[in-house]
Every structure is written in C-alpha cells, then in structure tokens.
C-alpha cells in the first residue's frame, strides 16, 4: 500500500516567493486517503518553505535531512539543495527515494529532484507532482496576464489543476517568502 502526495506550485513575483500545496494524500490509483495533508512547511526560522510531493514517507525523510543541511551550512539553500542531492545520489538506500521536493528562500528558488538533480527552474513558476504540468501551465499563464501576487497565483494555479488532476485536491496551502 503505497500513500502519495500530490502537486506543489511555486511563484515568484515582486521580491517574494509563493509555495503552495494540495492536500490530497492517495493510496495506490484509486483512494483518496486524507484530503487535507500539509505537503508545504516552513522551517529554518520560517526562512526556508518547502514542498514535497511523490511518496509521503520518502518525502517526509527527505525534508529532514534538507533540514538537517540547512542547519550545517548555516542556512545556505543552494549549498544545502546541493550537498543532500550529493547524499541522495551517493547512498544507494536513500537513492530508491520516490520524492521531489521544491524549496525556496527569499532569493532562491530549487526543485531537487527524484534522481538528485537541483534544478533552478527557467521563468518565474515552477511545479512538481501529479498535477505539476497543469499547474505549471496555469502559473505562467497568470504571470504574464495578470497582476496577481506570487501567492494568488500559486493558489489559483492549484485550484486549476485540481479540476483535471483527479490525484490533486482544493484544500491548498499557501506559504510565502
């Protein structure tokens, strides 16, 4: 039995960055198991958001040894994204992780990915999880045609892919940096 979490959207507009989440929490491809999970959080003295999509376990154990690395590098985000992905690549039980992870700051913005990848994303939106494609759509779309804070249109990009993604939910978390 296999719990998945969803779709993160990240937005960046006006000096701030919006992280925002679904909370639908799905065993296998057909039961909704929990529709109101926190899949974004603060940590590092709220400096730091992140959010987590692919399995809930694996996504959980990898954001604490995120938070285990920002700690070491005194809060360094990219240094951080960089030395886990190094241990995610180099240790062949945390490489079967199915997780990826978006985080940010209030100057950077990474997706850390399933392989171990940090990816600084082209553009001003970006998106990981089931509905990733969709809201990722939705976010540029509301970048370029509107004058919508980070944080609008991250949500407003969830609510999107929520009426086509039948594994993302309504139920949204949005945290801003």
Sequence with gaps: MEFRGTTIC???RDGKIAVAGDGQVTIGESVVFKSNARKVKRIYDDKVVIGFAGSVADA??????FEGMLQKYSGNLMRSAVELAEMW?????????????IVADKDNLFIVSGNGDVIDPDG???AIGSGGN???AAARALLQETKLSAAEIAKKALLIA?????FTNDHIVVEEV
């Design 89 to 101: 690549r180099g240790d062949k039980y945390q490489r079967k992780l199915d997780a990826m992870m």
């Design 124 to 126: 001003n939106a970006c």
């Design 60 to 65: 959980f154990s990898l954001s604490e040894k």
């Design 162 to 166: 929520s009426e086509l993604c039948v």
């Design 134 to 136: 969709y809201a990722l």
């Design 10 to 12: 990240a937005v960046r």
